[in-house]
């Protein structure tokens, strides 16, 4: 089944043939318009309680790629690809949910009075518990930046994940805030020849228990 609808589905099509780029074209550029687009595709994956605690940095200038690239292990994807994002999660926060769902009562999706359902419980989930707030910006950030390599590779882009880096200086180097988590980078552009495809996975079998 998976075979038939992948020859009808782009969607799929596009997940399947997806693999991590190793080599881009270092004369390929991205726009700044483009660089927004990716990150507003990013912007509309899941996020717990519509918290949408997550940044994006753009490495995408010489100077600044050449700031990241000693700290990440001087990958060659840092200042070959046209751009390496810096994707950051921000520790979870209960107290920003009713400002961030006033767009939302805005909208007619809905009702005002359901903005305490959502802040009591994520309060009570998140306030004295450190680790499942950092445990839900890890999780932000990769949601964000799944959705960034599946755009890019439906605009016939590669992209790079990488967890690769001292997470210590890009947090100091880049100016994040305390409350933010460098979740990963993921380096996005126009590859050229010798990328692999899609490397086989483990059987369904191996990984899938129906209960």
Request: charged share 20%; net charge negative.
């Amino acid at each position: 089944m998976t075979n038939r609808l992948a020859m009808t589905n782009a969607v799929i099509e596009c997940i399947l043939s997806r693999s991590s780029a190793k080599y881009y074209d270092p004369a390929a550029t991205l726009s700044d318009d483009q660089i927004r687009e990716l990150v507003r595709i990013g912007t509309t994956a899941p996020t717990s309680f519509h918290l949408q605690n997550w940044r994006f940095i753009a490495v995408r200038t010489p100077e600044a790629k050449a700031r990241l690239s000693p700290i990440a292990w001087k990958q060659p994807a840092i200042t070959e690809a046209a751009v390496t994002f810096i994707i950051c999660g921000q520790l979870a926060d209960s107290s920003v949910i009713p400002d961030l769902l006033a767009p939302v009562v805005e909208a007619g999706i809905m009702p005002a009075k359901l903005i305490p359902d959502w802040e009591i419980p994520a309060r009570d989930l998140y306030k004295d518990y450190p680790q499942r707030q950092r445990d839900e910006a890890v999780r932000t950030g990769a949601f964000g930046a799944a959705a960034m390599i599946y755009a890019a590779r439906s605009l016939g882009l590669g992209s790079t994940p990488m967890i690769g880096f001292d997470a210590e200086a890009v947090h100091r180097d880049f100016g994040l805030a305390e409350d933010e988590v460098p979740v990963m980078l993921l380096s996005v552009g126009a590859e050229r020849p010798g990328n692999w495809p899609q490397k086989p996975r483990r059987p369904v079998a191996d990984v899938l228990d129906l209960v």
